[in-house]
Every structure is written in C-alpha cells, then in structure tokens.
C-alpha cells in the first residue's frame, strides 16, 4: 500500500511496477476531499499510446509504479465547500491535466496547458508533493477547475477518449480557425485515435477532409465509415503530387518520426501545419516548403480547461464520439499489446467496474 501524508482514502488499480510495462493489481491511496475538490467514481478510462510510453518509461521519465490513464469518465460522489459547479450524481470527466498554478499569464486565460508548473494527470506531481496516479483506479480526487462536465447525450465510454485525443485535435482547430472555415480543405495524417476524430470534426465544422495514410485498408474505412472526402497513400508520389498545394490546412498525428517535407508539399500558400503527436525520435523538416510557401508549422498539447468544455459540449451538440473497444481489468496488458501494434480501431477504453471484484 502506497502511503502518502494526508492521502487516507484506500483506491483500489493497475500499475506497471517497472519497464517491462505490465500491469498489475496495485492498491494506494488518494487525498481526502478538499474544500475546492471533486472526488470521481471512475466508470471509464480510455486507453492512449502515451500509457504505453510511460508504462514502458520509452522516454526515460516514468516514476514507478506508475498508474496510467487520463482520458477518465465516471460519476461525482462528492464535493468540496467551494465547489458550486458539480453536485453527486453528475456525470464529468477528467483529461491530461490535474494541475497548474492558477496564477500565471497562462492559467489566466485558461491556458492551462501551458503553465510552467502544470502538472499531469499521473506520473507527475501534485500540489501537496506526491505523485499523481490516473485513471486505471476505482476512483479519482481532482481539483474542480480540471473537470469536465459530460453532456447527458453522450456515453461515458465513447466519451472518455475525447478527454485526450478530441481535446488534441480540438485545440489545433480552433486555433487555426477551422471552427468556421467551411468549405476549405483539411488533410488528416494517420488514422488512429487522433486521426479519426479529426476526420469527425472535420466534418462537423464542414471542412473537405482528405486522410493521408500509408495503409491502403483504411480507405473503405474512412470514405464509408468516416465520410471522409479524399483519401491518398503517402507512400504513392503520384497521389501526393495530385494533391500537391491542394490543403489549407494539415493535421499530423503520426507518433513516430516521419519527413515532413512531402506533407508540406500539400498546403496552399499560406497553409498551416499543426503537429499533435510525439513521435520517438526527430522530425525531417526540410526548409524550402516553408520559405518557398510562406508555410506554417505549430505544436499544440491538450488543450486549457475552456476549451476542454467548449470541446466536450460541441461533441453533444454533434453527437462525436470516439469509436470504442471495451477492454475488461483483465484484457489492460493485451490491449496494450495490441496497442504497441497499432491493431485496434481507434481507442481501447476499460471498463473500470465491471469484472473486477476489488471494485
């Protein structure tokens, strides 16, 4: 049993204990409610390759035992004093951030993303000095400015990935201006958990939406299942040629290192390219498509708090949610087999409750 001062409340989960990443039965404890607290009963957790990284510590910063997940739904079961916004009962969620210093440039215009001291929603640490565990867990204490209200319209399961993979895409979106812009052209590289809710944005916002893929089986998927409007196979210098100059705006959310020069080549003068993965290793950036096309390239992670609401509530209004395999307690270490080989169609969420008689 994990013990840290002040954290009383016995939390029954899955943990990777070291780097061979499996995950086992790990029981801990969380903080008691505080004043400006939320405390969740955790129904869903989405699954992301970013659990895999640090389950596997692939970038060298993992904290054993660590407890993956921040894409989390479920039920509030109680609030603080200072908490007006949620009662129990309502249906909420928590994404990638579970804090910052609410003080800051960032923090004041809900860039919370960005604030030097913000910290994640496990394998990082918290306010009080301990280290954040996520979602894999029967429940989960957040502060009430990093929770999401969940929209009655939407299933909490299909809904938990949008904590992360919708918000990262949203927040690109936004801020290249393709909230409003339809009628213009997205191209959407890779068609994954990132990609294919790009693609439903896209075509929410009324975008023409192109998928850029290597893999030629995902066509049917994306034209039928999709409604995506193009489809090209970067590895085809024909198709990528056709395509050339044809896109205003690129979304790539390929997470391994990849040239960027081909995929420049498909923005209009003036185009932009957002980057939302991390990749594990360097990115080719030739610099004639971007001197030559007055080109821009932007990074963007997660999303602030804002904009994860404004995200959530346009999904309900749009009816978007993320396509979903449900995964038992039992099935987290084959899903994240699975996972490491891209084989499922687009997100793994588990089922915190069911099966599990610790919980």
């Known amino acids: ?104 440039e960032q923090c004041d215009i809900s860039q919370e993303n960005y604030c030097d001291k913000m910290g994640l929603t496990y394998n990082s640490v918290y306010w009080d000095g301990s280290i954040t565990y996520g979602g894999y867990s029967s429940m989960y204490v957040a502060h009430k400015r990093f929770v999401v209200r969940v929209p009655d319209s939407l299933p909490l399961d299909a809904a938990a990935p949008l904590l992360c993979a919708g918000i990262t895409v949203y927040t690109p979106m936004k801020k290249h201006g393709m909230l409003r812009a339809a009628g213009r052209r997205l191209g959407v590289v890779g068609l994954g958990g990132l990609g294919h809710i790009a693609v439903k944005f896209g075509k929410a916002f009324g975008l023409h939406v192109t998928v850029i893929s290597t893999s030629p089986a995902k066509e049917q998927e994306a034209r039928e299942n999709l409604k995506a409007d193009d489809f090209i196979i970067s590895t085809d210098d024909k198709q990528m040629q056709a395509m050339a100059r044809k896109l205003d705006y690129v979304i790539d959310t390929v997470p391994a290192a990849h040239s960027l020069g081909p995929i420049l080549e498909l923005l209009k003068v003036g185009g932009a390219l957002a980057l939302v993965a991390a990749p594990d290793g360097p990115l080719e950036l030739p610099s004639f498509p971007l001197i030559f096309g007055n080109k821009t ?24 949610t993320c396509d979903i ?15 490491a080989r891209n084989d499922v169609r687009y997100r793994f969420v588990i089922d915190i409750v069911g099966g599990d008689s610790r919980f």
Request: proline share 3%.
């Open 1 to 104: 049993m994990e013990v840290t001062l002040n954290h009383t409340q016995e939390v029954s989960g899955w943990a990777a204990m070291d780097e061979s990443g499996k995950m086992v039965p790990f029981n801990f404890r969380r903080r008691e409610n505080g004043v400006d607290d939320v405390t969740i009963k955790v129904l869903y957790c989405g699954m992301c390759h970013t659990d895999l990284h640090f389950a596997k510590n692939h970038w060298g910063i993992t904290t054993y035992p660590v407890v993956p997940g921040h894409e989390i739904t479920g039920v509030v079961t109680k609030v603080g004093a200072n908490v007006s916004g949620f009662r129990p009962g309502d249906r909420v969620g928590v994404g990638c951030l579970a804090c910052s210093c609410l003080d800051c």
């Open 297 to 320: 390239i932007s990074g963007s992670i997660t999303g602030g708090m804002n904009d994860h609401q404004e995200m959530m509530d346009l999904c309900g209004e749009h009816n978007i």
């Open 325 to 339: 395999e449900i995964v038992s307690n039992d099935g987290i270490n084959n899903a994240l087999a699975r996972l």
